[in-house]
C-alpha cells in the first residue's frame, strides 16, 4: 500500500518535472520578438518608422552614412540603441543583444550612404 503511494509520488514527481522543462522552451520564443533575425529585418520591424526604411532619417536623425563617424567604437552606437536617449526609446527589453549587434552592423554597412 505504502509503495504504491510512494510510486505514484514518483510518477507525479516526474511529469511535474516533464511539465517543466517543456513549459522551460515553449516560453523560449517570447522573449525575442518575431522572427526577425538578420540585422535589415531587425532594422525594418523596429527602428525604420522613425530613421526612414533606408535609415534617411525622419522622426530620428539620419543613421545611413553618419553613424561609423560619429560612433568610431560600435560598442557606443550599440549603447544607444540598448539604452535609449531622449525620444530614442530602449530597446534592451524587445532584442535580443544578439539582434542589437546585429541590427547595429547593418546600420554601419549595409544602409546606402547617399
Ligand atoms: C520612436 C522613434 C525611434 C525608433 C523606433 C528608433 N529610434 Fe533611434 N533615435 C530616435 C531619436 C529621436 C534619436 C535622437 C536621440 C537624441 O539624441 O535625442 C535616435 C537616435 C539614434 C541613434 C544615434 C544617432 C546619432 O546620430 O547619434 C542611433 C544609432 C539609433 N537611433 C539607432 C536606432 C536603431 C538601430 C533603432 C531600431 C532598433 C532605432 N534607432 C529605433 C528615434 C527612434
Given at each position: 500500500?505504502?509503495?504504491?503511494?510512494?510510486?505514484?509520488?514518483?510518477?507525479?514527481?516526474l511529469l511535474a518535472?516533464?511539465?517543466?522543462?517543456?513549459?522551460?522552451?515553449?516560453?523560449?520564443?517570447?522573449?525575442?520578438?518575431a522572427a526577425a533575425t538578420?540585422?535589415?529585418?531587425?532594422?525594418?520591424?523596429?527602428?525604420?518608422?522613425?530613421?526612414?526604411?533606408?535609415?534617411?532619417?525622419?522622426?530620428?536623425?539620419?543613421?545611413?552614412?553618419?553613424?561609423?563617424?560619429?560612433?568610431?567604437?560600435?560598442?557606443?552606437?550599440?549603447?544607444?540603441?540598448?539604452?535609449?536617449?531622449?525620444?530614442?526609446?530602449?530597446?534592451?527589453?524587445?532584442?535580443?543583444?544578439?539582434?542589437?549587434?546585429?541590427?547595429?552592423?547593418?546600420?554601419?554597412?549595409?544602409?546606402?550612404?547617399?
Amino acid at each position: 500500500m505504502l509503495k504504491r503511494i510512494v510510486d505514484g509520488l514518483q510518477i507525479v514527481a516526474l511529469l511535474a518535472a516533464a511539465v517543466f522543462v517543456v513549459l522551460l522552451f515553449a516560453n523560449e520564443p517570447d522573449s525575442t520578438p518575431a522572427a526577425a533575425t538578420t540585422g535589415k529585418e531587425v532594422f525594418t520591424a523596429n527602428c525604420a518608422r522613425c530613421h526612414g526604411p533606408d535609415g534617411e532619417g525622419g522622426v530620428g536623425p539620419r543613421l545611413a552614412g553618419t553613424v561609423v563617424q560619429e560612433y568610431p567604437d560600435i560598442e557606443d552606437q550599440a549603447a544607444v540603441v540598448r539604452d535609449g536617449r531622449g525620444s530614442m526609446p530602449s530597446f534592451a527589453n524587445r532584442l535580443t543583444p544578439e539582434q542589437i549587434q546585429d541590427v547595429v552592423a547593418y546600420t554601419r554597412k549595409d544602409l546606402p550612404s547617399s
